[in-house]
């Protein structure tokens, strides 16, 4: 028996957990948004079940800049994503607020064609036809 399979040619949506519901809140809304541990104040990367500093698990919500510094960057030659075509730029951005903080996002204008890591962009979260925002650098 031959088995038909098919594939959705929407984008991939995220799965909200209770270590990510902070930063895609936020996402929906357009804005940066992080856990601060209550303990020592320090920002927790979204999915962190803990406090990377004091292995503390009360957390704040906080509202961040949307502030980056490019870290790195790469191009995707090939189709990156069901329903879409190449290329795709990657970007790793590292969060003002605490540079030990990488996100990854979206460079959908070529923005970052030319920029040397350390250069400062804003993130932003534009809606999608499937209703998720991702992360995008812009200038």
């Not at 990657?90 to 070529?110: F, H, K, S, Y």
Request: with cysteine; glycine share 10%.
């Amino acid at each position: 028996m031959t088995q038909l399979i098919t594939h959705n040619a929407l984008r991939p949506q995220p799965v909200v957990t209770a270590e990510t519901r902070t930063f895609w809140d936020g996402a929906a809304r357009g804005d940066l948004r992080l856990r601060r541990c209550t303990g020592c104040g320090r920002l927790a990367a979204p999915g962190a079940p803990r406090c990377v500093g004091c292995l503390g698990d009360a957390f704040r919500d906080e509202t961040l800049s949307g502030s980056v510094v490019l870290v790195g960057r790469t191009v995707l030659h090939l189709q990156p994503l069901p329903g879409r075509d190449g290329p795709l730029v990657i970007v790793e951005c590292a969060v003002a607020e605490d540079p030990r903080i990488v996100l990854i996002a979206l460079d959908e204008g070529d923005v970052t064609e030319n920029a040397r890591p350390g250069s400062p962009f804003t993130v932003i979260f534009p809606a999608t036809e499937e209703g998720a925002c991702f992360a995008t650098v812009q200038p």
